[in-house]
């Protein structure tokens, strides 16, 4: 009896181990991916307000300040396109901010991602995102075209004199809408991938016009002609890696 009673045991341990893996290797239909944003100077990662920088041009300056919208993501394949509607307010400061979830994400080898700094021409209209403080915060004056800001990038910079001044890149406007796209493979395959999205501030000062604070406008927000440099500089300002 007792002889019996352990191949039973054994059994219906053994069923249930089958099951259990074969649980396992069931393929998701969807996945999701969480992206985290860094800011960065070249290879490291920003000590925030410290002017421990230094830009193309020359100028020591730190950061304190980083907020921006990322909207518009694609993710693309030979055989697979995902695109998500979704805006994403980014606080680099901020670990709880700094950091967003896609879901529903066929999985796949991607080899191309891409994504808005800012808000699309369609979104990008005063009143258009839901009314939290940190939307409310982004907006962009009435008076100067209304819609969000895209970028709010502030600090400090060491002038010619080696006097510490302020700076403050603001991008908003429709035409300054900042198009980034990485061809870089991502493996896109299980339940749930990690990445983590690099933003080397040393770009936005450089390529294709060296950006220099004492010369150009330290306060881009009203001038239109200010705001192109620093559109068309941050086309290379990102980067990814896949974590997991």
Not at 123 to 151: C, E, I, Q, R
Not at 184 to 191: A, D, E, I, M, T
Not at 196 to 223: A, G, H, Q, R
């Amino acid at each position: 009896m007792k002889k019996e009673y352990i191949i039973v045991l054994c059994i219906f341990f053994a069923t249930l181990l089958f099951f259990s893996c074969k649980k396992k290797s069931i393929d998701p239909s969807y996945t999701k991916a969480k992206i985290t944003i860094q800011m960065t100077s070249g290879a490291n990662a920003v000590i925030w307000d410290s002017l421990n920088y230094t830009n193309a041009a020359g100028n020591k300056f730190s950061v304190s300040t980083a907020n921006f919208f990322i909207s518009g993501i694609v993710l693309k394949s030979a055989t697979k396109t995902y695109a998500s509607n979704k805006v994403f307010y980014i606080d680099a400061k901020v670990s709880s901010k700094a950091h967003f979830w896609l879901d529903s994400i066929p999985p796949n080898d991607y080899t191309e991602i891409s994504f808005y700094l800012g808000l699309d021409k369609n979104t990008n209209k005063s009143n258009s995102l839901p009314a939290t403080v940190d939307n409310s915060n982004m907006a962009w004056p009435d008076l100067m075209g209304g819609g969000y800001h895209f970028l709010k990038l502030e600090g400090t910079y060491l002038d010619s004199a080696n006097v510490t001044k302020g700076y403050a890149i603001h991008l908003g406007r429709n035409e300054n809408l900042v198009s980034a796209k990485i061809t870089q493979n991502l493996h896109q395959q299980y339940w749930n991938h990690e990445y983590k999205i690099s933003f080397n501030v040393n770009e936005v000062f450089t390529n294709p016009t060296i950006y220099d604070l004492n010369f150009e406008k330290n306060y881009t927000m009203s001038d239109s002609l200010a705001m192109l440099k620093i559109k068309n500089n941050m086309n290379d300002v990102f980067t990814i890696i896949q974590n997991n």
